[in-house]
């Protein structure tokens, strides 16, 4: 697949997901993170199983060195998730998106330290852009805990390693493509979300939900989870095919669409100044980063 094609697929899996999922917390008001990842977990097992018995030659068979050294890739994709949420507890609900759109930063420092090579002004411009759009649309209420913004700035950095151990893994290891690894994320996070489930009562919360046994509910759980399943294909696919950083801008742009969708979609979204600016901000900055990388490649 050409990269772009590849972001393209990635923007679009991840803003479906983000509806899907908003869908879910507004209509249903389920917010059981785990007991979500869980199910989609699942799905993706039983997705991969059927392939494999179709002789489909791209799912692997399990391989305790392969689980391995993925396990470091699905660690930190789960610290992002353990640390986002426990920082949310002390962060208002601006500045938490504020301070998560920041791991755009980190991803580009990082980048630089695992490449040894400075960026180019304009992709310095791009993330400067797009870190102050955070920062001002998440502006309304700064009012904090420090420790959220330490527990944020953890998930921050758990993003990043995600993204940059996976391109890594992809390069060391050629049979560790998107697929592979987003088989082995799933079979290797399934416990381990099972085990937060339980330690955090979401078993308890999800089977005293109201709409448990509905079944547009649980249509609306599946497709969601199905979502989820390419959106998570796609993840990896960006990451290895293209880099790092052009899965965090494409998922900035994903942002942005997703919050227009807001808009209109959803009542409980209220624009202010203030957010409008930063949204227009963070989308220079992806432009202006996306108009460096294609001015190299002439």
């Known amino acids: 697949m050409k990269p772009l094609a590849i972001c393209l697929l990635y923007g679009v899996t991840a803003t479906l997901m983000n509806i899907t999922n908003k ?15 869980a199910a989609q977990y699942m799905l993706s097992l039983g997705i991969y199983e059927v ?31 353990v640390f986002g949420l426990s920082g949310m507890a002390y962060v208002n609900l601006p500045m938490y998106v504020a301070l998560r759109k920041l791991s755009t930063l980190v991803v580009f420092l990082m980048e630089i330290g695992f490449s040894q090579k400075l960026p180019d002004k304009w ?27 330490f527990l944020v700035f953890l998930a921050n950095i758990c993003t990043g390693l995600q993204l940059h151990l996976a391109r890594l893994l992809k390069q060391k290891r050629k049979n560790l493509g998107a697929l592979p690894q987003s088989y082995y994320n799933a ?21 005293m ?27 990896f696919l960006c990451t290895t095919h293209n880099s790092p950083m052009a899965t965090t801008i494409t998922g900035n742009m994903k942002d942005v669409v997703s919050m227009l969708v807001g808009l209109f979609a959803f009542p409980d979204v209220e624009p202010t100044e203030a957010f409008v600016t930063g949204l227009f901000c963070s989308m220079l900055g992806a432009a202006v980063y996306s108009f460096g990388k294609i001015k190299n490649k002439t």
Do not use: W
């Open 209 to 235: 939900h109201p709409y448990t046994g509905h079944l547009s509910f649980k249509i609306a759980l599946g497709l969601a989870c199905l979502v989820g399943f390419f959106c998570n294909i796609a993840v």
């Open 187 to 207: 079979m290797l996070g399934l416990p381990l979300v099972c085990i937060l489930a339980y330690c955090t009562e979401e078993h308890i919360s999800y089977s």
């Open 23 to 37: 869908f879910l917390i507004f209509t249903y008001e389920f917010s059981c993170t785990f007991i979500f990842m």
């Open 123 to 149: 992709s310095s411009l791009g993330i400067c852009l797009i870190s102050l759009g955070a920062l001002v649309a998440g502006s309304n209420d700064l009012t904090s805990d420090y420790f959220g913004f």
């Open 51 to 81: 392939l494999r018995s179709k002789g489909m030659k791209t799912i692997p068979q399990i391989s305790y060195q392969d689980a391995l050294d993925t396990l470091p890739v699905t660690l930190c994709f789960l610290g992002s998730i």
